[in-house]
Each structure stands twice: as C-alpha cells, then as structure tokens.
C-alpha cells in the first residue's frame, strides 16, 4: 500500500486548504484511513480518521467543526478539508492507511501500517 498526500501550503489565519490522500495497492474502503500532524519539537497528533465503512468518522476535538475528512472510492482517496484555519494548526500533515485497527485504537499513531510522506500546512497570523 502506497500513500501519496498533497495539499499543503501557505495560508493566512481563516482560510482554507483541502489535503488529499491518493492510495495505491489496495483499495481505500478496504483500509482506515487517518490523518495526523506533526509541529516542530511536538510529538505526532491525530487529527482524524474515517473506517472503513465510510461512517465512522473520528477528530481531534479542537478541530471539529472545522475539518471534514471524506472519502472519494472512484478515485481511491481520501481528503481533509480545513477551514477557519489558525496559526496552531501548522504543522506537516500525514496520511496514514491502517486494515486491523479498532475503535480504541483509532487514534494512535502506532496502529496504522502505511504511511504517506507528508504535506506542510502554514497558516499565518
């Protein structure tokens, strides 16, 4: 399983940005799929996930209400929308792909397999 994410980039305090996350080598409503993100000098953070079965859905609290994960089965992706970003929310961004987790597990970072290379989010004040 092949993970390649995009989307990142540069936006001012409020905006938006729509991340994607492009599977190869299975496909993605056989796997979790998660997103988590990593600042300089903290540890990885989960930011959200969505099973397999397309319902259930997971965030970071501090993030609902602003980010959406979704999932596009025709195209085998899975995207993170942000909006009403905040300067804290910058961070480089992962996707990660994961076919034996369960719900208390969802959110750690141990538990998925396959990993994508990351996309660098940076909002400005």
């Known amino acids: 399983v092949q993970l390649q994410a995009s989307g990142g980039g540069l936006v001012q305090t409020g905006g938006s940005l729509r991340l994607s996350c492009v599977v190869s080598?299975?496909?993605?409503?056989?796997?979790?799929m998660g997103w988590f993100r990593q600042a300089p000098g903290k540890e990885r953070e989960f930011v959200s996930a969505?099973?397999?079965?397309?319902?259930?859905?997971y965030y970071l609290d501090s993030v609902k209400g602003r980010f959406t994960v979704s999932r596009d089965n025709s195209k085998n992706t899975v995207y993170l929308q942000m909006n009403s970003l905040k300067p804290e929310d910058t961070a480089l961004y992962y996707c990660?792909?994961?076919?034996?987790?369960?719900?208390?597990?969802?959110?750690?970072?141990?538990?998925?397999?396959?990993w994508g290379q990351g996309t660098l989010v940076t909002v400005s004040s």
């Open positions: 080598g299975r496909t993605v409503n056989n796997l979790d």
């Open positions: 990660a792909a994961g076919s034996t987790l369960i719900t208390s597990t969802i959110r750690n970072h141990h538990q998925y397999a396959y």
């Open positions: 969505i099973r397999r079965n397309g319902i259930s859905i």
